[in-house]
């Protein structure tokens, strides 16, 4: 099987910016999580679709949004960017209680 | 304080030795346990899952939870210079598995 795949892998933007990126999950996965890794917090659960709705929300401003579509497939926004959102953006799917995570999208925020 | 707490190190190991990574955690409903390999610039690698206190080997690798002391280790027999990386703990509870709280990493270096 196909692992999973994050579009773009890496995207600079300036500051108050709006941002989208794509994840497709493991096929047959209907569960995906995205996730923010920063050197300074770490990995960080933003949020987690299930066939089409969000069941679970980190602590990150309204400003971080996402959507799931039919095919499982998940977009994320991030709408007016600022400095601290430069970070590595993971998307994960998941097999029962197992994670797998996808390559991330490089975010730059200048 | 946070929920869980990790040695960011850097670790430095010759070839060859065993190596032992920990994490400690607070929240005693956390039930599900992982280590995740994140190589630099790469997203993170399951290695290990484990659900009950106890071992769990696989390979050169072996995960050990202890729920009574909320502590938990993996240990990297025989280490190789491919197994740099830094190594991530991670641990949801039961009704949340969709949620993973993670270590901060320990960076690992093993040199020939």
């Known amino acids: 099987k196909a692992g999973v795949t994050q579009t773009p892998r890496y995207l600079i933007k300036t500051r108050g910016q709006q941002v989208t990126l794509s994840c497709s999950p493991i096929s047959g996965h209907r569960s995906v999580s995205w996730y923010q890794q920063t050197p300074g917090q770490g990995l960080q659960f933003l949020f987690e679709y299930f066939s089409e709705t969000q069941r679970n929300k980190g602590n990150f401003p309204g400003r971080f949004s996402g959507r799931q579509f039919s095919n499982s497939r998940s977009e994320m926004n991030v709408s007016t960017l600022e400095l601290g959102d430069s970070a590595l953006y993971l998307c994960?799917?998941?097999?029962?209680?197992?994670?797998?995570f996808g390559p991330g999208t490089r975010l730059l925020v200048l | 304080q946070k929920e869980v707490e990790q040695d960011p190190g850097p670790l430095s190991v010759p070839e060859g030795a065993i190596v032992s990574l920990n994490c400690t955690y607070s929240n005693s409903a956390f039930q599900y346990f992982m280590w995740y390999r994140q190589y630099s610039r790469k997203g993170p690698e399951l290695l290990m899952y484990t659900y009950s206190s106890g071992n769990k080997e696989d390979g050169r690798f072996t995960a050990q939870v202890d729920k009574s002391s909320k502590y938990i280790s993996l240990f990297i027999r025989d280490s190789q210079p491919s197994d740099s990386a830094t190594y991530l703990c991670?641990?949801?509870?039961?009704?949340?598995?969709?949620?993973?709280?993670f270590g901060a990493g320990t960076r690992l270096a093993v040199h020939p």
């Open positions: 991670a641990m949801t509870p039961s009704d949340g598995y969709n949620k993973l709280i």
């Open positions: 994960a799917s998941r097999a029962q209680e197992t994670q797998y």
